[in-house]
């Protein structure tokens, strides 16, 4: 079975940082783009990070551009999303998504209509 499994998520305080990971199993890591997703309530999905196949490519959603790094250890089949200097408004649950064959990535909106397999999400609460 594919899982896509995202852990890391807590209570952190505004200027604090949290290390997300997203492991995966049940497909051939290797050949596949992870991206990275967050959702308000009564909001849709969107796309925060991505990070291509070989990890050679990634990209940023602006609200995010500085302060998240994303990265991947195909040995471990698991991806990180490093965040630093949290904001409340970065306030959200967040996902982990992938993508077959993804050489390049870009965050867009719209983008989580396109992704292939989702992980169950992962709460981040940014204290003020």
């Known amino acids: 079975d594919v899982q896509l499994q995202a852990s890391g998520g807590g209570l952190v305080q505004a200027g604090g940082s949290l290390r997300l990971s997203c492991a995966v199993s049940g497909f051939s890591f290797d050949d596949y783009g992870i991206g990275w997703f967050r959702q308000y309530p009564g909001k849709e999905r969107e796309e925060i990070s991505c990070?291509?196949?070989?990890?050679?490519?990634?990209d940023y959603a602006d609200s995010v551009k500085g302060r998240f790094a994303i990265s991947r250890d195909n040995s471990r089949n698991t991806v990180y999303l490093q965040m630093n200097t949290l904001k409340p408004e970065d306030t959200a649950v967040y996902y982990c998504a992938a993508m077959y064959d993804q050489d390049q990535c870009s965050v867009f909106e719209g983008s989580h209509v396109i992704w292939d397999y989702w992980g169950q999400g992962t709460l981040v609460t940014v204290s003020s």
């Open positions: 990070i291509s196949k070989t990890g050679g490519d990634t």
